[in-house]
C-alpha cells in the first residue's frame, strides 16, 4: 500500500501543469492544419483550372483574351447601331435586319459565353463568379438578345422586344476589362488615360442609345394609338399629319447628343417624348458631374 501511494505521488509530481498541455495541443493542431493548407495549396497548384491559369497567365494570352472581348463588346454595339437603319417598328424603313447582323450576333454572344465560361473554371471561387458584377453584365447583355435572334420572341412589334434590343447595348461595359491589362503590365499612367476616354466614349455611345430607344418606341407607340382612333390613316400619312416627333437613326442621336453636350444646341433635333427628354436632363446632370 505504500509503494502504491509513493508510486501515485511520482506520478503527479511529474505530470505536466494543464495550460502546458493545453498550449501543446494547440500548437500541435494549429501545426496539423497548417500542414492541411499546405497540402491543399499544393493540390490546388496542380490541379487543371490551376494549371490552365499559369498557362494563361505567362503566355500573356489573358491579356489577348481581354482584347479580344473589348473588340467584342464593340462589334455588339455596332450591330445595334448597323440595326437601327434596319429598325422593323418603322414604317418608312420595309427591311427586315439584314442575316448578316444576326448571325454576327450570334458569332459574337458565342465568344461572349466561351470567355464566360473559360474565366468560370480558372476563377478560384467559381459560386462568387456566378454573382459577379461581370457575370451580371454578361446575362443582362446577352440573354435578351439570344431570345431574339434564337427565335423565343418572334414578334419584332412587340414593345417589350423593341426594348429587349436595347440590353445588348451594355456588353460594351465589358471595355473596362482593358484596365486589367494596363494594370498586370504596371502602366498606371495611361490606364488613367485609357479609364478616362472608355468613360467618355462610353457615356456617348450609352446616351445615344437610350434616347434613341425611348424615342422611336414612343413615336410607334403613338402610330398605334392613333390608328386605334383611325385606322384609315396610313404610318406614313400620320407621321407627316401630325407634329409627335418622327423615326430617329443613331447618326441623328449622336449628332444630337454631342451637340447637347457641348452646349451648342442647334435644336434642329430635339426629342419629342417627355421620357427621353428625362433621360436627356439625367444624361446631362451625370455628364457634368463626372467632369
Partial sequence: MVEDEEDEIKLVLHEEPPVFKTTEFAYTKRKMEE????????????????????????????????????????LMWLCFAV?????????????????????????????????????????????????????????????????????????VRVIDTYLLNLWKIFQTLSNYRLLEVFARRNMNAKRALVRLIITAALFFLLAASIILTIENHYTYGEIL????????????????????????????????????FTTVGYGDICPASVIARYATIICMVCFLASV
Fill in 225 to 260: 394609338a392613333q390608328q386605334l382612333i383611325d385606322s384609315t390613316l396610313s404610318d406614313e400619312e400620320y407621321l407627316a399629319s401630325t407634329n409627335i416627333g418622327k423615326f430617329y437613326s443613331i447618326h441623328d442621336i449622336l449628332y444630337y447628343i454631342m451637340v447637347t
Fill in 83 to 155: 440595326g437601327t437603319y434596319f429598325d422593323p417598328t418603322n414604317p418608312l424603313y420595309e427591311y427586315e435586319t439584314p442575316v448578316v447582323i444576326k448571325y454576327t450576333e450570334i458569332i459574337l454572344m458565342m465568344f461572349i459565353i466561351v470567355d464566360y465560361l473559360l474565366f468560370w473554371f480558372i476563377s478560384e471561387n467559381r459560386i462568387f463568379y456566378i454573382f459577379s458584377q461581370q457575370s451580371f453584365l454578361t446575362y443582362l447583355a446577352n440573354i435578351p438578345t439570344a431570345l431574339i435572334r434564337f427565335g423565343v420572341v418572334k414578334d
Fill in 35 to 74: 500542414d492541411e493548407d499546405v497540402q491543399k495549396q499544393e493540390l490546388s497548384k496542380n490541379s487543371l483550372p490551376a494549371r490552365l491559369q499559369q498557362f494563361l497567365s505567362e503566355n500573356q494570352y489573358d491579356d489577348y483574351i481581354e482584347i479580344l472581348n473589348v473588340v467584342t463588346s464593340s
